[in-house]
DNA sequence: CTCATAGAAGCTCCGTCCTA
DNA sequence: TAGGACGGAGCTTCTATGAG
């Protein structure tokens, strides 16, 4: 665990309205939250502290290396994370915010009834097409070049792997419970893309690939809330992924909502999972319609 | 009739893998 | 070594269908 941040119920409900939820599937549940514009500004602070610490892993990452001899960097010039996220291309931080809002989602609102959900660390450092980019962005700042970072020669494919992992732990700290969450985050719905994450998902295996990177992450913090996970998530890779549970999660995030029918409120199915989720276990779908959601992006990651 | 939606196909990128 | 296919991310455009 690095990360401790947690942000006010209140406030944070005003601003994502949950929608009453009609389904009564064994398996299956959608949760569906509707931005309130108007109350942003309440949970504003509180929510870009919160993806800023997502992202505090990937920045000490960047720096790592460049610490002897650049440290402390007190000229943003010298710092390699200075532009860390927020001249990434806009596609890039959406997907951030998409893994984020999962992680926030699970640790404030629960999952499948449950509230005890843990997500240790988030896996943005990982994204190496994006760390080469930022080189290249690095380079351009430095030499006092043009840099668009919307254009679309600065598009980079995403990060494979899961996109975010939760644990539930029983009283002795063993992990009981896996929930892998797959992330996606549209300006516009797009139905092509819900059928693929719910693919995605149905592939996936008991022991998902970003428990080893959750460890080396982890690994590299002394703490003692860090070193027990990393204790746990061994004993989960070597043995415990047998028995413990393991659960779907798919995060929808997306910049509009359904005008017709009327009495749509969701893009992702309401009664029962996706066609192309052909496993059996339990998915649990949340879908965020964010009204002004390229303004989200421009706050959380661009200081805008 | 008009507007919205689903689904398909095509597009922009980069890196990787395979083949000549 | 060079060229090409492919994968993975989301966007754009088109058509057929359906709602109001």
Known sequence: MIRFRRIALNPLNDWLSAKPSSGSHGKYELRVWREVNANFAAVRDELIAYAQEALDDARARIRKGFEETLSPFSDAADDPAAHYPAMLNRITLQGYLGETLAGLAVEHFGAFGENDWCVPAFLFRFH???????????????????????????????????????????QGGKITHVLALEAKCLIRNNSTTIAEAHN???????????????????????????????????????????????????????GNWPKQP???????????????????????????????????????????
Not at 242 to 248: N, Q
Not at 278 to 286: K, S, Y
Request: hydrophobic share 40%.
């Open 128 to 170: 190496d097409q994006e760390f080469q980019h930022l080189d290249l962005i690095n380079e351009r700042f430095l030499r006092g070049a043009v840099h668009d970072p919307d254009a679309v020669v600065e598009r980079r494919p995403g990060r494979t792997g899961d996109d975010a992992l939760a644990f539930r732990l029983d």
């Open 200 to 254: 995605k998902l149905a592939e996936g295996t008991c022991r998902p690939s970003g428990i080893r990177e959750l460890i080396t992450l982890l690994s590299d913090y002394k703490t003692d809330e860090a070193q027990a996970w990393v204790a746990r998530l061994l004993e989960l890779f070597k043995e415990g992924f047998k028995t413990a549970e393991r659960r779907d999660g798919l995060a929808y995030t997306v």
């Open 262 to 304: 009327a009495t749509r409120v969701s893009w992702l199915s309401p009664n029962a999972p996706h066609a192309s989720y052909t496993a059996g276990r339990r998915l649990d779908a949340m879908e965020f319609q964010l009204e002004a959601l390229e303004q989200l992006v421009d706050t959380l990651y661009r200081g805008f």
